[in-house]
């Protein structure tokens, strides 16, 4: 079983670049509500790390999809990052803090599972 989530990521992303869903029955968590309502600071519980952007008004204006990877080593990367890991959860939070001015799609994470 534990082969077969890095495969889903995978696929996953694949069919994310392309624009497309990728329709697997697997359990997803969705954070819904108000501005201010406390969205990231359920997140950031999920993660056991601060890693998303803090402030008044509207700071997280994107949809933000977050993949836990049981991993020893404590990084996050971004699709459109292809490649490079962020082990300072500080640049983490100006990545995401940054990628909204970028584009309009969805910003997407992997992290280690606590």
Do not use: W
């Amino acid at each position: 079983m534990e082969d077969l989530i890095p495969l889903i990521n995978k696929l996953q992303d694949a069919f994310s670049s392309i624009g497309q869903s990728c329709n697997l029955d697997l359990p997803q968590i969705a954070v819904v509500g108000g501005q201010s309502a406390g969205k990231s600071s359920v997140l950031e519980n999920f993660v056991g790390r601060d890693f998303l952007p803090r402030g008044s008004g509207i700071v997280t204006r994107r949809p933000l999809i977050l993949q836990l990877v049981n991993s020893k080593a404590e990084y996050a990367e971004f699709l459109h990052c292809k490649g490079r890991k962020f082990t300072d959860f500080d640049e983490v939070r100006l990545e995401i803090e940054l990628r909204p001015i970028a584009s309009q799609d969805p910003t997407k994470a992997s992290l280690p599972s606590p």
